[in-house]
Each structure stands twice: as C-alpha cells, then as structure tokens.
C-alpha cells in the first residue's frame, strides 16, 4: 500500500479528469453560444464557466467527502430512491444520450467532412468501431490512468492548445451583436446553456471512478485519496475554463464566415478552415475524435463499475460490451434529435444534482438529516419538473408568476431558501427523545 503519488501520476490523474470531462458537448456549445452571446461575451462565458467548470469541480470535492458515488451522497434518502436516482443520472450520461452524443460528434466533425456520401450506413459503421475501441480502453480501469491521462490526454492538450492560440492571435473578426436570446440576461442564458455539457452529472460518477483509479495505484486512505481527487480537479477545471474562453471567443469572433450557421459543431470547422484550411480540419478531427473517444470510454467505465457495484454478481466485462452495443444504436438516432430530446432532461435532473451537491458539502451544518435531504431534494424535483416541462415546449403561462421561471431557473431560490429551512429550522430530536423523564 502506497500513501503518495508521484508528481507525474498526480498530473496525469488531472490530465485524465480533464479528458473525461471534454467531450461533445464541451466542444459544439461553446462556440454557438459565443456566436449568440456576441458583444456580451463576457458575461455569458461567466455564466457557463459557473455550470461547465464550477458545479463539476464542487461536484467532485463532494463526492470525495462522502468517500463514493451517488448513492453514498443521498444515503440519507431512502435506500430505492437513491438507487433510482443513480440510475437515472447514469441512463442519462450513459446510453441514453451523453455517450452516444459523443459518437455522433465525434462522426460529425471528424469524420463526415472527409466521406464523399457519408449517410446513415456510414455512420452505423462509425458507431460500430467506435464503440469497439471505447470497450478495449473500459475493460480495465487499472490502465486507464496509463492509457488515457499519459498518452491520449497530452496529445490531446497539445492540439487545442495550437487551435486556443490560434484563435486569440488571429481572429477572424470582432464581436458581433447579442442575439435577442442574451440581451436581457446573458450570465442565465449562459448558465443554462452550461447544462449542455452534463459534465456536473459527469462529475457525480466521474468522481468515483476516479477514486478507483487511485485505489489502483495502493492509495487507501480515504484523506489522501480526498487530497488527490480534489486535485485532479482542479487541474481539469483550469484547463476546461482554458478550453471555453477560447471556444467562446471563437465563435463570437466567427460571424464574418459562419453567420449563418446554427451548430457549434460547424461553426468551429468553418472557423478552422478559415484559419488552417485542411490540415486545420485534420487537426480539428484529431481534437473532436480524441476527446469525445476519452469521455465515453469515462461514461462506460463509470457506469459498468456502478452497476458492479450494485449488484457484485454481474460480470463486469459483460456490462461494458452491452453498454457499448446501446451506445452504438442510440448513436444512429441522429445528433440533432438526440440534443433536443436530452434539453428537457437536463432542466429536470440538474436542479436534484445540484441540491444533493449542496447538502453533502453543507451536511455538517445540518442537523435533520433525513428530513432535510428529502425536503430539499423534493423541492429541487417539482420546480425543476414545472422548468423541464417547459422546455419541452409545453405551456406554462400560468406559472410566469414565479421567480426565474421566464429564464429557466424557476427551482433556484425554492431551492436556496428550502437549504436554509434545513439548517436553521429542522432540528433533530432524537436525543431529547432518548433522554430519561
């Protein structure tokens, strides 16, 4: 048993939260975002560094403190409904759509523009090879740090340092005029917009195979392995912020070629082309492919080891290869469907991730346990459902009334002021209760 990593490992452990993190949505909402937020870039990029970087970061700090994943942060939820919640975030970030989404963009930017007549069959086999390679590198988590955080992550880090730079040094315009969508509130819109990426749910089970990595290398103290986690994020998280104000800057500076374009995911090949012309393609390629392909080889090793955990019976060899082959057909539903699908989702589940993040990092200030995590998180649910609800194109006018509900945020300050109702109302009395007459 070892009680250090060496300087190299920890930041090779970084490296690799970094790449677990910078997947599809990293890469194609970034750049639309910029494009729309134009003039008021700064505030918008602000917004989205909140819920991209921020939330993950925390996220991860307190799924160390509770020393595992999910189901350890909500144990004082009943034992179903922490499970089904963990099932939940991990059907969302796995199959259903974050892992399939980034094979889709992984296709789309690096590998389409190259077909003469990519379609659907091209994109099955895509799916296929694809999948094949994410199952190689998720069948042992002892190699991943190896794999991942000392071979593909620096190459990885090198090609969109070349891109950031380049972007900064040579950018194809000013900044453009806000869309309607971010005059009145760019930091909300950018906030919201920060859901895209998932990566705080990422974090929830992210933070978990991370410790396990960790474990592999003979670190078992709990206290060491908090120090280590919460340092390989921070190194991610410098380096996502590296990411996105460069993406954003992109796209804001992008009108000039990509005015009329309305995905982020062409809007960054245009502006590459601009600036590169083919091999800036062939280098964007090996950026997309590179990060998408660590981000779900993350997803499908996360949630193989949760579903080990949860059941010790199941083999997990044989949860990874399933897990792959649901990836693969759900990929071929096509990226712009899959993306308006998941955005109800997202307005759902975010504000429960959320608040069971805020509890766990504030559970010493709190005294009512159980009552208070169940009144918090069912607080979280039922606004965040009236936001999803929304989103989903439903109407809602007769809920207009409440606060943040036109920006999509309705469950913030229910939520906020139900936190506070539990550390300074709900009061355990348990002890007076066992206390003798």
Known sequence: ??????????????????AFFLGAGNIIFPPLAGAMAGE????????????????PLITLIAVAKAGGGIVDMAKNLPSKVATFFALAVFIVIGPSFATPRAALVAFEISVNPFLDNGGAMSLAIFSIVFFLIVGYLSLSTGKL??????IITPLLIILLAILSISVFISPLSGLSEA?????DSPFTKGFLEGYNTMDTLGALVFGMLIINVIKSKGIEDKKVQYK?????????????TFVYVSLFYLGATSHGSAASLSNGGEIIAVYVQALFNTPGLILLALVVALACLTTAVGLVSAM???????????????LVIVNCALCALVTNVGLNELISLSI???YVIYPIAIALVALTLLDSFISNKKLSYRFVMSIALFFGLLDGIKASGINMQSFEFLPLFDQGMAWALPTVAAIIIAIFIFKDNTDKINQPA
């Open 145 to 150: 740090l190896d794999m991942v955080g000392k």
């Open 228 to 240: 280590y986690l919460t340092m390989a994020g921070c190194i991610a998280a410098i380096g996502l």
């Open 179 to 183: 869309a309607p969508a971010y005059l």
């Open 40 to 55: 008021h870039l700064l505030p918008a990029t602000l917004g989205f560094l909140v819920t991209a970087v921020g939330l």
């Open 1 to 18: 048993m070892k009680n250090s990593l060496s300087s190299f490992d920890i930041l090779a452990l970084g490296f690799m939260t970094f």
């Open 304 to 318: 193989s080891d949760f579903l080990t955990k949860l059941k010790p019976t199941w083999n997990r060899k044989l």
């Open 344 to 346: 109800p989702v997202l």
